[in-house]
């Protein structure tokens, strides 16, 4: 994973949805200071904390850490119907 590409798209989304890097550490439960090292690529991060990241900027993690370029966020699979006994 290219920590630069991560720190520029969390940038990025942060900036576009108009948050502060302490708001943004508020609602994913990270440190503010741990945040301004992941956006200037400094800081390795751990996968639970990335995808707090990715669900709070409203983007998918596959764009944060540049598998795509698409930052849709996944569309939430329906839950198969389970049928019911007969008999």
């Not at 994913?28 to 400094?42: A, F, N, V, W, Y």
């Not at 669900?55 to 569309?75: F, H, K, M, Q």
């Not at 939430?76 to 008999?87: I, S, W």
Request: a positive charge; proline letters at 7%; aromatic letters at 4%.
């Amino acid at each position: 994973m290219d920590m630069h590409t991560l720190g520029k798209r969390l940038r990025e989304r942060r900036e576009r949805a108009g948050f502060t890097q302490t708001e943004v550490a508020k609602q994913t439960g990270i440190i503010q200071r741990d945040l301004s090292l992941l956006e200037r690529g400094k800081k390795h991060a751990w996968v639970d904390t990335l995808v707090r990241l990715a669900e709070a900027l409203e983007c998918s993690l596959d764009y944060l850490v540049g598998l795509t370029n698409d930052p849709t966020p996944p569309r939430k699979r329906p839950r198969p119907r389970t049928t019911a006994p007969v008999g």
